[in-house]
């Protein structure tokens, strides 16, 4: 592997091991900031009871996505320099946004909850937990707006004279019309895997608990637990079938190429047939040794344009067009092949769907066996739970992963729809200056180091996970102010 090659699979890795963490950063800060309003309002020892159980679960969780979310951005400058220097003018705007703002109030506000439970009053520390939600929910937008500026950029025009892209216009950045489309879809997700979550491990205490010693209050404790994390599966999954598919319209409108690897299309085909099985070479470039076994007739016309009948190009037609387009060989005389590796386009797409199946069957088996105030007790379904609690995250990772090679070989891609002199090829976006000894090197420690901090996180998130609801007394009411001379003191 040369120097680029190891910088693509270094980013890969950190940026996947970093997105595993922050679906449920997003998703969780805000179900702890419904469950600490629900005791709030009723004074139910319960919902304490669940605030701090999952609050010590979050604490966790984002401070290891802290840590891994710093090595992103200092690729950028060091790996990616000849990207930078190219879009740094547009690329750096959302990204210093999302630190100046959203990582500065939920940092802020995390720490004004970790240690003023019994230090603030309980408005105000209860306003900590929204305000540290809201920050992550924000957070995500300008991350969101970053990423979607690489896959549709706008407001931008290419200079000649210094050769790098220039921002004109900073509100369509912020309003890319797929960062409006991508950011609902990826909160619904967050909300999935947090929703999975929650329900995984209360069901796995409710049947544990109920068995031992029957149907007890703290089996009703996690029967709660349970069935609120279902119902949040139930709306977040409903919410990302309906932005999956406004997503997906657009990708067909915006990158095709994407769309069509995504379905291993090899010919233009009117009306288009959904894939659900396709076997050949998937890795070939030519896309001719591709054949569709298993297929739903002009479901795939549907999901690009809404209409059962519609043209859908395929590999083969897009592939000329593209380099039509945007050059057929590169600096070196070579051929551009514009097709995305197919094998990683098809599969993740799956996968990303597949996966997602798992929280549809929990959801759907608690909120049956758990109606009109009944406690399960079934062992099966514990095991459904444990199960379905890494299949959100790996669904989200591998929607990722299709988002991101589906773009090569581009890492600007083109706006097809509007002006599109502003795009550039991943194999000029690395840094130059960079040797493949020096990446390999960062590449090996960012793993090892990754591999050691994904065990503290595994044990840590399963020694509290394993060690339950522990009874929590109420901490003093405190409307009005406290003594101003006792300091805030860590709360877990």
């Not at 550039?424 to 200056?433: E, H, R, V």
Request: overall charge neutral; hydrophobic content about 50%; proline content about 4%.
């Amino acid at each position: 592997m040369d120097a680029l090659d190891l910088a693509r699979w270094q980013f890969g890795i950190t940026t996947v091991y970093h997105f595993v963490l922050v679906p449920l950063t997003i998703g969780l800060s805000m179900l702890v900031a419904i469950m600490q309003t629900a005791w709030h309002r009723t004074g139910n020892e319960r919902w304490l009871r669940l605030t701090k159980f999952y609050g010590k679960l979050l604490l966790i969780n984002f401070a290891l996505g802290v840590a891994t979310g710093i090595v992103q951005e200092f690729q950028f400058g060091m790996n990616w320099s000849e990207y930078s220097r190219y879009v740094g003018d547009i690329f750096g705007a959302p990204l210093a946004m999302e630190a100046l703002i959203a990582f500065f109030l939920e940092s802020t506000f995390l720490g004004l909850w970790i240690f003023g439970w019994d230090r603030l009053p309980r408005r105000v520390h209860l306003a900590t937990i929204w305000l540290l939600a809201i920050g992550s929910t924000v957070s995500a937008y300008f991350i969101i707006a970053a990423n979607s500026w690489m896959q549709h950029p706008v407001g931008a025009t290419y200079n000649p004279a210094t050769g790098r892209a220039e921002m004109n216009d900073i509100w369509a950045v912020l309003t890319n019309k797929t960062a409006l489309v991508a950011y609902p879809h990826v909160i619904a997700t967050a909300f999935l895997v947090a929703g999975t979550f929650v329900c995984g491990i209360a069901v796995y205490w409710m049947v544990r608990t109920v068995r031992a010693k029957g149907p007890d209050a703290d089996a009703s404790m996690y029967r709660t637990a349970a069935r609120f994390g279902a119902w949040v599966m139930i709306v977040a999954g409903a919410a990302v079938i309906v932005t999956g598919d406004e997503q997906a319209k657009l990708m067909f409108e915006q990158q095709p190429i994407k769309m069509a690897a995504a379905e291993a299309l090899c010919d233009t085909e009117q009306p288009a047939a959904f894939s659900i099985l396709s076997v050949g070479h998937l890795g070939a470039t030519d896309c001719n040794d591709v054949k569709t076994i298993i297929k739903i007739p002009g479901a795939l016309s549907f999901l690009a344009t809404g209409s059962w009948d519609s043209e859908v190009k395929g590999l083969n037609d897009l592939q000329p067009y593209y380099a039509e387009r945007y050059g057929a060989t590169d600096s070196n005389g070579e051929t551009i092949h514009y097709q995305p590796n197919l094998a990683i386009t098809y599969w993740s797409f799956r996968l990303m769907i597949g996966l997602a199946v798992f929280s549809a069957a929990l959801a759907l088996s608690v909120l049956w066996f758990t109606r009109r105030g009944r406690i399960a007790d079934q062992v099966w379904l514990r095991r459904l739970a444990l199960v379905s609690l890494p299949m959100p995250f790996l669904a989200a990772s591998f929607g990722w992963i299709f988002t991101e090679m589906g773009r090569q070989p581009f890492v600007v891609a083109p706006n097809p729809t509007g002006s599109d002199e502003v795009f550039l090829l991943t194999q000029y976006g690395y840094s130059t200056a960079v040797s493949a000894a020096m990446v390999l090197t960062s590449m090996i420690t960012f793993t090892l180091v990754y591999g050691v901090l994904a065990v503290f996180w595994y044990r840590l998130m399963h020694r509290y996970a394993v060690e339950g609801a522990v009874p929590q007394e109420a901490p003093p009411l405190r409307d009005d102010d406290a003594d101003a001379s006792r300091p805030l003191s860590f709360a877990y």
